[in-house]
């Protein structure tokens, strides 16, 4: 198998700053040769202004030393816009549907970095090389089945600043969850 490395195939830089603009985007990957045996993990980062700083932190990752989140799972730290931290454990069965749903989630990243547009003109294509990219969407439909596989199994969990009724209305939380946003909310009332 080869190894879980895809910052050098589908990214043009690991760390775009734009002074002018207050926009910063940070790109950091542990890789993995087989990760049923290493940590993996995959983190973006995006910081920029708006009426104040919006920070925020994606990541999908595996940690098979830890035991909080041993299993595949993606993390969300939106603490600027008062959901906080909460995380998503992935029902994943092999190395093959692990990076199914790590391209799947470079995909939607896609979808992230593309809504800084209107602060960056062409920052999307800055960091992402989107002739690759825009082939995952296969990937990304396989990502949002094990996400609905997920919320339906209630394997979501929060920090307990979290406030899972914000995610509801959230226009980027709803690229990775979609309608999901709202259940989520629901459930945690």
């Known amino acids: ?6 910052t050098k195939i589908y990214f043009n830089t690991t ?8 926009i910063r985007i940070s790109v950091k990957e542990t890789p993995s040769l087989d990760v049923t045996e290493e940590d993996y993990s995959l983190r973006i980062e995006t910081r920029h202004y708006e ?3 919006i920070h925020r932190n994606y990541a999908i990752e595996h940690h098979s030393k830890q035991e ?5 799972h993606m993390q969300f730290k939106f603490h600027t816009e008062e959901i906080g931290t909460f995380w998503i454990t992935l029902a994943i069965n092999d190395s093959e549907e692990y990076k199914q749903v790590i391209l799947g989630f470079i995909y939607k990243i896609s979808e992230i970095i593309s809504k800084l547009e ?11 090389v989107m002739d690759l990219v825009n082939k995952l969407k296969k990937e990304n439909n396989f ?12 394997t979501i969990e929060f920090d307990n600043k979290a406030n899972p009724k914000q995610i509801a209305d959230n226009p980027l939380l ?16």
């Open 1 to 6: 198998m080869k190894p879980f490395h895809f």
């Open 15 to 22: 760390l775009f700053e734009d002074s002018d603009n207050n």
């Open 51 to 53: 009426e104040k700083i």
């Open 68 to 72: 909080k989140h041993s299993k595949p």
């Open 118 to 128: 209107k602060y960056h003109d062409g920052i999307t294509e800055k960091i992402l």
């Open 143 to 154: 990502l949002d089945y094990k996400i609905a596989q997920s919320i339906k199994a209630k």
């Open 174 to 189: 709803k690229i990775f969850l979609g309608e999901n946003c709202r259940k989520i909310a629901n459930s945690h009332n």
